[in-house]
């Protein structure tokens, strides 16, 4: 993985002593709270009803054991023991004291960590493929790319103020694990006929309350030019985006509204200016940057370990793992592992400094010492020898992240929600938990299939919603009760939709009766089991769902929720924020 | 009023008109004297305001310097406003300003300028600050030097970090970890 050099450890040291000094100059009221509040942001920090939150850094979601046993050291000395995952791959501490924050970047910059634009309006972390450099269908390693972003927007001068937050991310692979048309700007990194490597670009993708599908503004960019392109992007939307409204400044409201013609016209004439001059990116800036992302090691196997298949044959917890949290890794006798943090009864995302020393030794033991965040708030080792997979496996399943549930229905993505979030209409993580405490059977999942969850405590979407297959939203709170609404049919990947509402909104307690529903239609509906319920919902639409859902009243004991499901106070919320807002 | 100028902090005689309410672009008294008018001033005056070689001309965040066109070069003081310090429109402002109207007079930030911005605004080609006058000159000063590198090209470094200096790879990198 990237390794910093002195300039980049002399930035980051700067930018400790930067923040310290402006953390001095806040305690003693030389910095007003408005003042302060953007600096703060932009070192990844937002303040909660009863303390801080502090958002790191996970440049495109890769982390070395070496760094994920800082963060276990984070969660000890600072915080409450644990730290969560986001959708954005990175990580957040929850109860920290603002005196001591100037003490953790010092310790981040350590490890070549920091917390810079992980908040405020501004380039944010770049986000990736989890299977980056393993994965079978990867065209080019987006990593060099991503790295040489991180860095070209890392204190990018001109940007840093910019109308409204801006995410970029970035793919290499045929198919799309990055969403990258849910992005400010998507990059799709790929060759053409001439076997020339270039960007597909996207722009004006996000969720939210207004929900985009990213449109493309350049169909192949060649390699040297995507630094200044993004430039001009960016310059174009920091001048023309609105400010008068925060829920209209992201920049797909500024491209709905001139049309995506007519942006890519003022982005190229800007972009003239700028064509081969001399932020064109150079043949050994890439190879110095590609350095870094080299295949590891490798040993030479033979094909793949037969006597996994008898362990399989044996033992049905782990066929179940092998099947659905194991991939297949480009190089002979290697395998890509998922660690679920998904366990059903746990918030997703949660990990305990005790896992994050554990999974970082087991890294070191098995995966060369790497580890990545995946935007389902999992966690992958890349490289696994096959003829470790038997022992890994057991090593996971006493740490609890062996759940054999990878892509399946109880792999929900969740934002906080309402315990933890002051913006949330309703809670997110208890929902989640119903939901996969209602459906753990496994069996039952398996006959389910290929099918993604996301739960959002209100329309800002940090759950993505739009995009689950069932997406689920916090609307309102009334009479005691939280209402959600249910969309089906949104898709992230190369086939990118977003989800369309079924029907009223409903109850805590009727929504996994109301997934039980929908999941009854896709069974009855489906042509066979390879048909997923994404195809079966494009297939036959709305309607049937729909009619299922609402034909019957929900039992009685479900018109109501009970005491132990019923909101919790606003004022007792937890301080916390949301993964991607 | 005292600014800072080439890192240094100075007096100055320049004064900034702003119209006050009721006051249009038309009709507002531009006094005699170094004066630092409004854009739309400039526009509605341009005639009067031709004949003087003490006038400069201030941008606020919501318009566009191309819109001067080849009056851009009659100028030794161009001013962009910040209305609030987060607003950032202002560093395009000045961005285009300098790098596609080749602006080569003073730029002066003014309005709500503060300590924490001034090593970026200095980048995008600012080279005279006004602070708020609530805040310590001296205290400001030292913003200029919160960083002592940088990656990207902007006004003040018109090459990217990776032209500039020899930068290893993954081998020597390699040594300097652990
Ligand atoms: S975390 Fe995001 S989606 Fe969830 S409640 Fe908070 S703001 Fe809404």
Redesign the pocket.
């Known amino acids: 993985m990237y390794c910093y050099d002195e300039y980049d450890q002399r930035m980051i040291d700067e930018r400790v002593a930067q923040y310290r000094d402006q953390v001095r100059r806040r305690l003693s009221n030389e910095l007003t709270e408005t003042e302060f509040l953007p600096l703060r942001l932009q070192n990844g920090l937002y303040m909660q009803i009863h303390g801080y939150m502090l958002r790191i850094a996970v440049p495109y979601g890769l982390i070395s054991s070496r760094q994920m046993r800082m963060f276990a050291h984070i969660a000890r000395k600072y915080d409450r023991g644990y730290g969560h995952f986001t959708t954005r791959q990175n990580i957040q501490f929850n109860w920290l004291k603002l005196e001591e924050t100037p003490d953790i970047l010092a310790d981040l910059a350590s490890v070549q960590m920091h917390a810079i634009q992980t908040s405020g309006n501004c380039v944010r972390n770049i986000t990736s493929d989890e299977f980056f450099g393993v994965a079978h269908d990867e065209i080019v390693d987006p990593r060099p790319y991503a790295e040489i972003l991180r860095q070209w927007s890392t204190f990018h001068p001109e940007f840093a103020y910019l109308p409204r937050k801006f995410k970029i991310a970035i793919s290499g692979a045929k198919e799309d694990r990055a969403a990258i048309l849910a992005h400010d700007i998507g990059l799709s990194v790929t060759k053409n006929a001439q076997g020339e490597v270039g960007f597909r670009v996207f722009v004006g993708g996000g969720l939210g309350r207004t929900p985009i599908i990213g449109s493309e503004i350049c169909e192949f960019l060649p390699w040297p030019h995507v630094l200044t392109y993004v430039e001009s992007i960016l310059r174009i939307y920091n001048q023309l985006g609105r400010r008068d409204n925060k829920h209209k400044a992201r920049i797909k409201i500024l491209v709905k509204a001139l049309g995506i013609e007519e942006f890519k016209r003022l982005v190229e004439e800007d972009w003239a200016d700028l064509k081969n001059g001399p932020g064109t990116l150079t043949r050994e800036e890439v190879d110095r940057m590609s350095s870094f992302f080299t295949d590891p090691e490798y040993e030479v196997l033979a094909g793949n370990d037969s006597s996994l298949k008898a362990f399989m044959a044996d033992n049905r917890n782990f066929s179940h793992w092998m099947k659905h949290n194991v991939r297949p890794h480009r190089v002979p006798g290697y395998a890509i592992v998922v660690l679920s943090v998904k366990k059903p009864g746990n918030a997703p995302g949660d990990v305990t400094h005790e896992q994050m020393d554990a999974v970082a030794d087991l890294a070191d033991r098995y995966s060369f010492g790497e580890m990545r965040i995946t935007h389902k708030q999992n966690l992958v080792f890349a490289d696994i020898k096959q003829t470790d997979l038997i022992a890994l496996w057991h090593e996971l399943t006493k740490l609890e992240l062996a759940s054999p549930n990878i892509g399946m229905l109880t792999d929900i993505i969740s ?4 315990e ?2 002051t ?3 309703a809670r ?1 993580i208890p929902l989640s938990k119903l939901i996969a405490e209602r459906f753990e059977n496994l069996d039952f999942q398996y006959d389910i299939g290929e099918i993604t969850l996301n739960i ?8 993505q919603h739009h995009i689950g297959n069932i997406g689920i939203t ?1 609307v309102e709170k009334k009479n005691h009760e939280e209402w959600y609404q249910i969309s089906i049919g949104g898709a992230e990947g190369n086939d990118c939709s977003l989800g369309k509402i079924l029907g009223p909104s409903l109850i805590f307690n009727q929504v996994p009766e109301a997934i039980d529903r929908i999941l009854q239609v896709y069974l009855r509906e489906r042509a066979d089991e390879g048909e997923r319920f994404i195809d079966v919902v494009r297939r036959i639409g709305h309607v049937p769902f729909k009619d299922h859902v609402y034909a019957t009243d929900f039992p009685d004991e479900l018109v109501k929720s009970d005491d132990k499901n019923t909101l919790i106070p606003a004022q007792h919320a937890v301080p916390f ?5 | 009023m005292m600014i800072i100028r080439d890192r240094t902090i100075v007096g100055d005689d320049w004064q900034v008109l702003r119209l006050r309410d009721q006051e249009t672009p038309e009709t507002t008294m531009v006094p005699d004297g170094k004066i630092i008018v409004p854009f739309k001033v400039w526009l509605a005056q341009r005639a009067t305001l031709l004949q003087r070689n003490d006038i400069g001309v201030w941008f606020a965040s919501d318009e566009r310097p191309e819109d001067l066109a080849e009056d851009v070069h009659r100028f030794t003081v161009i001013a962009v406003d910040f209305p609030k310090f987060s607003d950032g429109r202002g560093y395009s402002i000045a961005y285009n300003l300098r790098a596609r109207l080749e602006y080569s007079g003073e730029l002066r930030a003014i309005g709500d300028v503060l300590r924490d911005q001034l090593f970026y605004l200095r980048r995008v080609g600012f080279d005279v600050f006004e602070p708020r006058p609530d805040r310590k000159i001296d205290d400001a000063l030292k913003g200029l030097d919160d960083f002592s590198e940088v990656y990207q090209i902007s006004f003040d470094q018109k090459q990217p970090l990776f032209r500039r200096v020899v930068r290893q790879g993954k081998s020597a990198a390699g040594l300097q970890d652990d």
């Open positions: 934002c906080p929600g309402a933890f979030c913006l949330a209409n997110s959002s405590g209100c329309m800002n979407a940090c759950g916090g924020y949301s993964p991607r807002f």
